[in-house]
């Protein structure tokens, strides 16, 4: 039931920014985490950025003080904004969030963002950026 739709993508000069915007319908496990992905041509795909049920927040060294990642919960709707946008950037970029851990008294929980890549259950479509130099 759980669906991600991103959007926000483009292409823009090296230097510039670009908000992305992922919309969750229907996550509405305890805890949890949510996240930007992304994927370059012969690339292996990296984790870029996660938040979890408290708000912290984890980046990778790449994009460290260039990205922000943000979660409005009231409306399910996840943002990555990117500063500084260099071309290395480039890369079909994907929301993800993880699934179903456990259930105690009534309560959902799905895993944290500890947890490895797999336990990311759903993912949108993605979205393109492109830099150029």
């Known amino acids: 039931q759980v669906q991600l739709v991103e959007s926000g993508g483009g292409s823009v000069q090296a230097g510039g920014s670009l908000r992305l915007s992922c919309v969750a319908s229907?996550?509405?496990?305890?805890?949890?985490?949510m996240g930007w992905f992304r994927q370059a041509p012969g690339k292996e795909r990296e984790r870029v950025a996660t938040?979890?049920?408290?708000?912290?927040?984890t980046y990778a060294d790449p994009v460290k003080g260039r990205f922000t990642i943000s979660q409005d919960n009231t409306k399910s709707i996840l943002y990555l904004q990117m500063n500084s946008l260099k071309p290395e950037d480039t890369a079909m970029y994907y929301c993800?969030?993880?699934?179903?851990?456990?259930?105690?008294?009534?309560?959902?929980?799905?895993?944290?963002?500890?947890?490895?890549?797999?336990?990311?259950?759903?993912w949108g479509q993605g979205t393109q950026v492109t830099v150029s130099a």
């Open positions: 993800a969030a993880t699934g179903l851990a456990f259930e105690y008294g009534g309560t959902s929980y799905a895993y944290q963002c500890s947890s490895p890549d797999s336990d990311f259950r759903y």
């Open positions: 229907e996550y509405t496990y305890s805890g949890g985490c």
């Open positions: 938040i979890d049920g408290d708000g912290s927040t």
